[in-house]
Nanobody, 112 residues
């Protein structure tokens, strides 16, 4: 099983990034997937979640700015992040929570 995130980087406040998570080794399409983040000195928090059927959930801090999506044909999870703020700075992880699969993370840094 592998979950490999990419797309992180350094961006100015107000900018955008698109994260990707390539999944392999399990049946991606049948699992709910999520994006989580962990800022320095803080706990890991759920950012967004998408069900196997495409239903979405967003935390209050990102709702209206971030969009989670999935391409089951390509076994890939996405997170489009717009209007980024310095407080969005964190390591971002994708996960299939119900089976405990986590990626290694991709760093997002937003400068003010």
């Amino acid at each position: 099983v592998q979950l490999v995130e990419s797309g992180g980087g350094l961006v100015q406040a107000g900018g955008s990034l698109r994260l990707s998570c390539a999944a392999s080794g399990f049946t991606f399409s049948i699992y709910d997937m999520g994006w989580h983040r962990q800022a320095p000195g803080k706990g890991r928090e759920l950012v967004a979640r998408i069900s196997s059927g495409g239903n979405t959930y967003y935390s209050g801090s990102v709702k209206g700015r971030f969009t989670i999506s999935r391409d089951n044909a390509k076994n890939t999870l996405f997170l489009q992040m717009n209007s980024l703020k310095p407080e969005d700075t964190a390591m971002y992880y994708c996960a299939a929570l119900s089976v405990g699969y986590w990626g290694q993370g991709t760093q997002v840094t937003v400068s003010s």
